[in-house]
């Protein structure tokens, strides 16, 4: 009877230092700060580019000769900063541009002005405020460098939350570029695979 309860007080406590082994008691440990909820953000798929072309150049004729210059922009990371209790939220964007000189550069780069724009669930445009930016060469042809945006504020509805909006980015394009970025370029075929 005593080997008995001895037994059984002991396989009753192996349950209890499993779970507390394996993290499963109820007291949490450190639980780490999600931070604050930012929008979703994007990249305008027709505005992720510009290309400066030597003047005169026609659009559906472009020769790769006649490119001044080049660049693409990646999505943006996001810093938010969220009040409760106001619902406010500034966000703090920093994203890459990759940028390029081409044969028909000359002179200095080209502004490449740029835009950050708030849609809603519904596809509206809440706000779009534009930037100025120079290229940041550095003497080289080409070069990636950080572009950033502080303390931009997205006006958040009645009822509405950061994750309501989306963020996009792009180039703020003339006619003629977005003309270019919508024309389709040739793709080489591809080579059959050798036997």
């Known amino acids: 009877m005593h080997r008995a309860l001895i037994i059984l007080v002991c ?22 700060d999600p931070g604050p909820v930012c929008p979703a953000t994007a990249v305008l798929s027709d505005a ?28 943006a990371r996001l810093v938010c900063h969220y009040n409760r209790a106001d619902n ?6 920093n994203f890459a541009i990759r940028a390029v000189r081409g044969p028909a550069a000359t002179g200095g780069d080209p502004p490449l002005p740029f835009f950050v724009a708030v849609i809603d669930a519904d596809n509206n445009v809440v706000v779009k405020s534009l930037y100025n930016s120079q290229p940041e060469m550095g ?11 502080d303390n931009f504020v ?25 003309a270019y970025n919508r024309t389709p370029r040739m793709v080489p075929a591809p080579r059959a695979a050798a036997r």
């Open 48 to 75: 992720a580019t510009v290309t400066k072309l030597k003047p005169g150049t026609s659009v559906p004729r472009v020769n790769p000769s006649d490119v001044a210059f080049a660049a693409e922009m990646s999505q």
């Open 88 to 93: 406010k939220l500034a966000v703090d964007l």
């Open 154 to 178: 997205v006006p958040l509805g009645m009822d509405k939350r950061p994750y309501d909006y989306e963020i996009l980015s792009g180039f703020q394009l003339t006619p003629d570029e977005l």
């Open 139 to 149: 003497g080289r042809t080409a070069n990636t460098y950080t572009q950033s945006v």
């Open 11 to 32: 396989t009753g406590f192996l349950p209890l230092m499993g779970c507390e082994t394996l993290g499963l008691n109820s007291t949490p440990r450190d639980v780490a």
